[in-house]
């Protein structure tokens, strides 16, 4: 199934440092979200975003939905232990409410 | 409950057989969705419901996928003759009426085929 181009696949850190993320695609989507999964647990949305150049922050998150409608980022500030987990861009566009994910990106956070 | 259940969290069964999955959504959500998550992978749609109905199977990957919602609460998705590339994670979400509005997801049903 089609998966969307997220990168980087994986981030070690110290705790304190801010972290990027950003996810591609050759579709244009009408809404961006940004999901974290945990071990044995499903996606939990983090932010949505519904405009092109919108910019959201969720707390220490910050996340934008590019201006081609193809991109978005999300960035984490001052990263915590917490913060680890693998985080999840989604697209969803058309006349569905499906949702396409990314390729997810694994973050590990140094105390 | 106050979130989406999936029953049973982990499934092992053998090549060739049959098996159900179940989700319970969030109360008063009438869409719910059904996605399938490999090993290092993100979550690929399978099919999604609007009520009773699906109002949109194309993620299903074949005809041995099939999943029902008859009263428009639980759903189960059903597997017809197993196989090992059949072992994922099986995961089911819910939403309100509101078309876009947000998707929140279960736990998962871990299948593992031997």
């Known amino acids: 199934g089609q998966q969307l181009n997220q990168s980087p696949q994986s981030m070690f850190i110290q705790e304190g440092e801010d972290v990027s993320m950003n996810c591609t695609s050759s579709s244009i989507f009408n809404t961006w979200l940004w999901y974290k999964q945990e071990p044995g647990e499903g996606p939990v949305l983090l932010i949505a975003?519904?405009?092109?150049?919108e910019l959201t922050s969720n707390g220490r998150l910050t996340a934008q939905f590019g201006i081609t409608r193809k991109d978005s980022f999300l960035n984490i500030s001052a990263s915590i232990p917490s913060d680890v987990g693998i985080y999840f861009c989604?697209?969803?566009?058309?006349?569905?409410?499906?949702?396409?994910f990314g390729t997810g990106t694994l973050l590990a956070v140094q105390p | 409950g106050a979130g989406v259940s999936q029953t049973p969290s982990n499934k092992v069964t053998e090549k060739g057989k049959y098996v159900e999955l179940r989700c319970d959504p969030i109360s008063g959500h009438t869409a719910l969705y059904w996605y399938r998550q490999s090993l290092g992978q993100g979550p690929e749609f399978l099919i999604y419901?609007?009520?009773?109905?699906?109002?949109?199977d194309s993620g299903l990957p074949n005809d041995r996928f099939f999943a029902v919602r008859p009263e428009g609460s639980v759903s189960t998705l059903k597997i017809q003759r197993t196989e090992r590339g059949d072992s994922a994670v099986y995961l089911c979400?819910?939403?309100?009426?509101?078309?876009?509005?947000?998707?929140?997801f279960g736990p998962g049903t871990r299948l593992t085929v031997l």
């Open positions: 979400a819910s939403s309100s009426s509101l078309a876009g509005d947000t998707q929140y």
């Open positions: 419901f609007q009520g009773t109905g699906a109002a949109d």
């Open positions: 989604a697209g969803r566009g058309g006349a569905t409410n499906k949702l396409i």
């Open positions: 975003l519904y405009k092109a150049g």
